[in-house]
């Protein structure tokens, strides 16, 4: 793929995007923080885990 196509495909999809509305921006944010919680519950239960199996020092 050369500079060219590279260039001329971006500015293809640049006008195919377009702004969010207010309501898909809305369910975005929820999406990414519930992705975020739930990484982080997974986390919190591994690091309990291990501080059961193995207490400390």
Do not use: Q, T
């Amino acid at each position: 793929m050369g500079l060219i196509s590279f260039v001329r495909e971006s500015l293809r999809l640049l006008k195919l995007a377009k702004k969010p509305d207010r309501s898909e921006l809305w369910l975005s944010i929820k999406i990414c923080f519930l992705g975020i919680l739930i990484v982080g519950l997974i986390g919190f239960m591994i690091y309990m885990l291990a501080h059961v199996i193995r207490p400390p020092i």
